[in-house]
T-cell receptor
Framework: GQSLEQPSEVTAVEGAIVQINCTYQ??????LSWYQQHDGGAPTFLSY????GLEETGRFSSFLSRSDSYGYLLLQELQMKDSASYFC?????????????FGTGTRLQVTL | DAGVIQSPRHEVTEMGQEVTLRCKPI?????LFWYRQTMMRGLELLIY????????DSGMPEDRFSAKMPNASFSTLKIQPSEPRDSAVYFC?????????????FGPGTRLLVL
């Protein structure tokens, strides 16, 4: 089975940098994804790491260490619109197709 | 592209009634996923299909839940009979299997309330 752990809540000030950590235990692993979900909305894809290291996409970066079963999402130059829930998700193989198992989510509150 | 389409967007029903949720995946995608999201249990994968074939339904909570995908452009999730504990947001998502990241694209969700 899969299990993922991430903090339930994080608060940060506008313009600051915040890091959301994710640790996982999995029987199979192809990569780690990050999704953003605003209140009342649907999850939307942010980033994906299949290999160790840092992936950068604008203000957002994601890091993976496969040996440590650990990853994080880094949000820079925080804006009020970044207030949302952030989910890490492990991608594994389901036989003929891959699937995602989501963590419980981290609620980010950006304040002035 | 219109994205993943789900209907209805909201559903209020009484316990014991049958509920049918519908999903149209993004054209060309060959994997389809049904999720349920609640405050207590988070985002749970119920079942997923690849090329219209169910691959893993281990997340389906009970026999009251069933899902079908008769063709590449349509899927249904049915709850019969519905119970108050089924109240949740149900998301459908689709992806292109074999794509490097296999990004899943979510529909807007169906907010189900069972009284």
């Amino acid at each position: 089975g899969q299990s993922l752990e991430q903090p339930s809540e994080v608060t940060a000030v506008e313009g600051a940098i915040v890091q959301i950590n994710c640790t996982y235990q999995t029987s199979g692993f192809y990569g780690l994804s990050w999704y953003q979900q605003h209140d009342g909305g649907a999850p939307t894809f942010l980033s994906y790491n299949a290999l160790d290291g840092l992936e950068e996409t604008g203000r957002f970066s994601s890091f993976l260490s496969r040996s440590d079963s650990y990853g994080y999402l880094l949000l820079q130059e925080l804006q009020m619109k970044d207030s949302a829930s952030y989910f890490c998700a492990v991608r594994d193989w389901g036989g003929t197709a891959s699937k995602l198992t989501f963590g419980t989510g981290t609620r980010l509150q950006v304040t002035l | 592209d219109a994205g993943v389409i789900q209907s209805p967007r909201h559903e209020v029903t009484e316990m014991g009634q049958e509920v049918t949720l519908r999903c149209k995946p993004i054209s060309g995608h060959n994997s389809l996923f049904w999720y349920r999201q609640t405050m207590m249990r988070g985002l749970e994968l119920l079942i997923y299909f690849n090329n219209n074939v169910p691959i893993d339904d281990s997340g389906m909570p009970e026999d009251r839940f069933s899902a079908k995908m008769p063709n590449a452009s349509f899927s249904t999730l049915k709850i019969q009979p519905s119970e108050p504990r089924d109240s949740a947001v149900y998301f459908c998502a689709s992806s292109l299997s074999g794509d490097d990241q296999e990004t899943q694209y979510f529909g807007p969700g169906t907010r189900l309330l069972v009284l």
